[in-house]
């Protein structure tokens, strides 16, 4: 069959799956490319397509649009379509559906789909890449939970896959076994080169553990980027609301490239028209608060005590509530008046919710104090 030229490593165009009896495509017009040795993290809420895309990869499901091309080869299109089986995509589930009736041993050779001694220096490599070799004995139901997802692991590596599909990896894991799973999982894949899509829930497992991150909503790639980006320059107001802690404060353009809000003058993308009714994006730490007796604008509704942090909510004398994160040893009485002010690098602008399109004008400013005037800008 013929390559697209498009095709390098791992790359869907235009791909859209629509189950039997649905109206609503599970995934609608799905395009983007992902490199050798780089890992992608899907998040997005539950029924948003996360899963449906990985069965699409993997060929447990066949799509009815677009091209899948992996390392260079077409595996599916609408009218082509090569087996799950040879595709060499690595699976980790959610389960990790190990055997139980197999050793540690077994388990990594039933990857292989033979006994051949051939293959034996890879899984003792394998296993002591995991850290798994002296346990290599032992059954499944005597191994901790960590254990278990580094043996999953270990066998979707040992064929060494094209790709390696993680849905949700460590959703079955407490807090802190996941943290550390994160980072040796995270090492392995860096070791090995493979390149390794994942689904999640978490954002900050996803922004910890992947080096590009695609949002997905109601089947749609709403934005493609890097962690950074996504969290600092979200493309639409669902992924500002989704990914962190936002408030949004409500302003108006008040002439090219500057809009005007209850905390000041902002710099604004300059293709949003004057007198548009917009709404900034504000996270947690962009908010400073003072104490103070004179020209206090905000009071304080709450505090939650988070260890190293006190999380406030503070209301603005104009009535919007904001979220601001402070140091543990700052503390505020519910009731108190303070000064609340603005640190905002990337000044991201949406339209209000009632407009037409809540897709993002951003701009990450120079500081211009000549906006300033009497209000505080950044």
């Given at each position: ?18 189950f ?15 490199d ?33 091309c ?14 799950p ?30 006994k ?10 394998m ?35 094209k790709v390696?599909?993680l ?8 807090a ?13 894949l ?5 390149t ?12 910890a ?16 980027d ?16 989704f990914?962190?802690e ?5 302003g ?18 300059s ?11 504000i ?29 406030y909510?503070?209301?603005l ?12 040893t ?13 640190e ?9 919710t ?25």
């Open positions: 069959m013929q390559v697209p030229e498009w095709c390098e490593y791992l790359k869907l165009r235009n791909v859209t799956k629509t039997p009896g649905q109206d609503v495509p599970a995934v609608s017009n799905l395009s983007f490319d992902l050798y040795g780089e890992i992608l993290a899907f998040l997005g809420p539950s029924g948003c397509g996360k899963t449906t895309t990985l069965r699409l990869i993997a060929g447990f499901e066949h799509h009815h649009e677009g091209q899948i992996l390392a260079g080869r077409t595996v599916s299109s609408p009218d082509y379509s090569i087996p089986e040879k595709r060499n995509v690595g699976i980790v589930f959610q389960d990790y559906a190990l055997f139980p009736h197999l050793n540690v041993w077994e388990n990594v050779r039933f990857s292989f789909n033979s051949a001694r051939k293959h034996n220096d890879t899984i003792k490599f296993l002591s890449l995991v850290g798994l070799y002296d346990f290599r004995n032992r059954y499944p139901h005597e191994l901790s939970g960590g254990q278990q997802q580094r043996l999953a692991l270990a066998r979707a590596l040992a064929p060494r896959p390696l599909l849905d949700e990896p460590f959703s079955n894991l407490d802190d076994l996941r943290e550390q799973m994160r980072v040796e999982v995270k090492n392995i860096r070791a090995t080169e493979t390794t899509i994942f689904v999640t829930h978490d954002q900050e497992e996803a922004f553990f992947a080096d590009k991150v695609g949002v997905l909503q109601n089947g749609k790639l709403e934005q493609f890097t962690p950074e980006k996504i969290y600092h320059t979200p493309l639409t107001r669902f992924i500002a609301d990914v962190g936002a408030d949004f404060l409500p108006t353009i008040v002439q090219a490239g500057v809009v005007e809000t209850d905390l000041g003058l902002f710099p604004s993308y293709k949003v028209p004057e007198g548009a009714e917009v709404e900034v994006m996270r947690p730490d962009d908010v400073k608060i003072l104490p103070g007796t004179e020209h206090t604008n905000g009071e304080i509704l709450q505090r939650t005590f988070r260890g190293s942090i006190n999380s909510m503070v209301k004398d104009g009535g919007t509530v904001l979220h601001s994160d402070q140091p543990s700052l503390l505020f009485d519910t009731g108190t008046r303070v000064r609340v002010q603005l905002v690098e990337h000044v991201v602008v949406f339209p209000r009632n407009q037409e399109s809540d897709r993002s004008h951003s701009y990450t400013p120079d500081v211009d104090m000549s906006l300033a005037g009497t209000k505080q800008v950044i």
